[in-house]
């Protein structure tokens, strides 16, 4: 049981909370420092593509907004699952807390794409494979949200919107596939080409650190948004008022 | 102690029968997607063109669209009135598996929804110009591709009955898992109906996808059903 103490003490919100408060500063400053020094690698340092010119460079927020779409669903799906099966309270709160930052993440990565390809594709948007399933994430990411609006009640919504994170990401493969088959079946020649030229160190390190900086911002984003949903949840709970009590008292 | 158990196939049996017997009672509930299939189908040459050349182009993308929309309408129909009378909690608490007596209930609602679509559909197909040869293959198509949606229609209905928002909520969590259905569906009916042998391709797809909808769903059905029950 010894091994297990860890986790049934993390699932527990009180000692959640105060962890998650302690966590932050250790998220977010690594993921400003990176992401600093990550856009200006790519926006001072890196040269300009000697195809797309310096409309490249875009890419530095593009990219790792795609990355963190998806991990956003896998924790949220994770999570979820996790929720569902040993019934913790805190795993469905972090899926919760997930879902409005991967919607995010999806709906940054459409519109960078989306300014990148006004210049190189000379179109806002073209019905390419990646574009068309990014754009279903967001859907399922809103039908996430829209479940888990319609429950008033807060353990109903937790556990419904469970089931529909578990079957989306079942899902979210076949979505990939089937727009790529769906794509190479409509049209020829596509816009992005897969692979394309390396890049040189120059341009690919300030990309990973734009990766690891967001990644970074995202746990710092969903500390807070954990802590928040915590609040909301036990906002009767003794440990909490007693956390709060002495100036909730005075006011 | 107790009578001997009925086996849960004869129980699914049952409610499959039940369903059936009140849907040939309400007859409406059957007729109407159908009707609304026929209507969206017509609202496409009244906002694009009458020109044949056009409707032979989009025909088979808008019989896929029209039984996709149809087929939304009815799911909203599959357990509101079985949550509303007790039924669903009698089938809960009746000691049979939830997901073989759910499976019975989406197949019995494939049977209502599902089938009257199919054998629609090849007079929507005449209206847009498809020749008679491809009928089998635009059938077989809406076939898998209506049962599939039911299928995975059914999590969500199970989902958003428990919620007073009814219809848009609910097309709003099945329309993105199903872009794959509607994608192979058009994709095979559009091959068949240009004449084009390489369509048994997209059918298969189809069919692996009712597999392994056929195979998932009904548990994650149940578990929906039993969240929006408690």
Same mark, same amino acid.
């Given at each position: 049981m010894g091994t297990w103490t860890w986790f049934h003490k993390l699932a527990s919100p009180p000692h959640f909370y105060r962890i998650a408060g302690k966590m932050i500063p250790w998220y977010a400053i690594p993921a400003v420092v990176l992401i600093v020094c990550g856009v200006y690698g790519g926006i001072v340092l890196a040269p300009a593509d000697y195809q797309q010119g310096d409309a490249f460079r875009i890419v530095y927020v593009h990219a790792p907004a795609a990355w963190l779409s998806l991990l956003c669903y896998t924790v949220m799906a994770t999570a979820a699952a996790v929720g569902l099966v040993w019934r913790i309270k805190l795993a469905h709160a972090l899926a919760a807390a997930t879902a409005p930052i991967g919607a995010s993440f999806a709906l940054l990565c459409l519109a960078t794409g989306s300014i990148w390809g006004r210049?190189? &594709?000379? #179109?806002? &948007? #073209?019905?390419d494979a990646r574009l068309t399933s990014q754009l279903i994430l967001l859907f399922l990411y809103l039908g996430y949200q829209a479940l888990r609006s319609a429950y008033d009640d807060i353990t109903k919504a937790d556990r419904a919107s469970a089931v529909l994170a578990v079957v989306g990401v079942v899902n979210v493969p076949i979505i990939h596939f089937s727009v790529t088959w769906w794509n190479s079946l409509h049209q020829g020649a596509t816009v992005i080409r897969a692979g394309g030229p390396a890049m040189p160190p120059s341009m690919l390190i300030p990309l990973i650190l734009c990766f690891f900086g967001f990644t970074f911002l995202y746990a710092a984003l969903a500390c807070v948004r954990v802590q928040a949903e915590v609040l909301r949840r036990e906002r009767n709970a003794h440990w909490l008022q007693d956390a709060m009590g002495a100036r909730g008292a005075k006011e | 102690m107790n009578a001997p158990m009925t086996s849960p196939w004869a129980a699914a049996g049952l409610v499959l029968r039940r369903d059936l017997a009140l849907a040939f009672r309400r007859w409406e509930q059957v007729t109407h997607p159908v009707v609304f299939f026929l209507m969206v189908a017509t609202l496409f040459p009244l906002a694009l063109s009458p020109k044949p050349s056009l409707l032979a182009d989009i025909g088979a993308g808008v019989v896929w669209v029209s039984a996709l929309l149809s087929s939304m309408l009815a799911l909203e129909s599959l357990f509101r009135a079985d949550v509303e009378d007790g039924t669903l909690e009698q089938l809960t608490l009746s000691g049979q598996p939830l997901a073989i007596l759910v499976l019975a209930k989406t197949v019995a609602h494939w049977l209502l929804s599902g089938v009257p679509l199919v054998l629609a559909s090849p007079v929507v197909a005449t209206a847009f110009g498809?020749?008679?040869?491809a009928y089998g293959v635009l059938m077989g198509s809406i076939a898998l591709g209506t049962a599939v949606l039911s299928l995975i229609g059914s999590v969500g209905a199970a989902l958003t009955v428990? %919620? @007073? @928002?009814g219809s848009v909520l609910l097309s709003l969590l099945v329309l993105p898992l199903v872009m794959p259905v509607l994608i192979f569906g058009a994709r095979a009916t559009d091959l068949a109906l240009h004449g084009d042998? %390489?369509?048994?391709g997209p059918l298969w797809l189809l069919g692996s996808m009712l597999i392994l909808a056929l195979t998932l769903t009904p548990f994650a059905t149940a578990a929906a059903l039993r969240i929006s029950l408690e």
């Open positions: 210049p190189m &594709w000379g #179109t806002w &948007w #073209t019905w | 498809a020749a008679g040869t428990g %919620s @007073r @928002r042998p %390489s369509a048994a």
